[in-house]
């Protein structure tokens, strides 16, 4: 849900509402909102990272819907996310990999909800080795339960930059709360906005 409260990446602009227009004057109620474009729940293009990436406009909502999609629930004891956990979970389910899929990340960072009411950087992120991994076995579209897919320490986004190089699309700040890990389908609907980095869903 959208509102003031909402938690948001540390230097990002936070939600606003003002009231443009009253029903006592103007007959019609009409607000004027800000909000950053990586608010809430969000998808990341590669030109978030990537000078002369590609943007909104270069991917069309039939490559982002009905897609198959593997839900991974990583340990709480894990603080980053790596291959042989990955791995762990696809040998111990007999799910192969299939081209083109999509996995989310489900982690401890959906069970804290401190972590939603304000920043952290104490969440559980996605290590280099579990990310090559993905690209290796080509899968589309990346997601996890929080803020970042890199670690607050990493300022150069590494990991950003390693999935989206390969144009492979991120998908943060998922709320994974009630939902089980295991296989399923899915539909990821941004914002249509033209020629831009990222977009809330």
């Not at 300022?155 to 699309?169: E, R």
């Not at 389908?185 to 906005?193: E, T, Y």
Request: charged share 25%; aromatic share 8%.
């Amino acid at each position: 849900e959208i509102s003031e409260e909402l938690v948001v990446y540390p230097g990002d602009p936070k939600f606003k509402k003002e009231e443009v227009a009253q029903i006592e004057k103007e007959c019609f109620k009409c607000c004027s909102i800000t909000l950053s474009n990586h608010l809430g729940t969000h998808i990341d293009y590669p030109s978030h990272v990537i000078k002369e990436g590609k943007t909104s406009s270069d991917f069309e909502i039939q490559e982002l819907i009905n897609l198959s999609c593997d839900i991974i629930q990583i340990p709480d004891d894990k603080i980053v996310i790596t291959k042989d956990v990955v791995e762990d979970y696809y040998n111990k389910s007999g799910n192969d990999y299939k081209v083109g899929s999509v996995v989310f990340f489900k982690t401890r960072n959906s069970k804290d909800r401190k972590m939603k009411q304000q920043f952290t950087e104490n969440y559980t992120y996605l290590g280099a080795d579990a990310a090559q991994f993905l690209i290796d076995k080509n899968v589309k579209i990346v997601g996890i339960d929080y803020l970042s897919v890199d670690s607050i320490q990493d300022s150069q986004l590494p990991i950003h930059t390693l999935l989206l190089s390969k144009n492979i699309l991120i998908v943060e700040n998922l709320n994974l709360s009630t939902v089980p890990s295991g296989s399923c389908r899915v539909w990821i609907a941004p914002l249509k906005i033209s020629n831009i980095d990222g977009a809330p869903c």
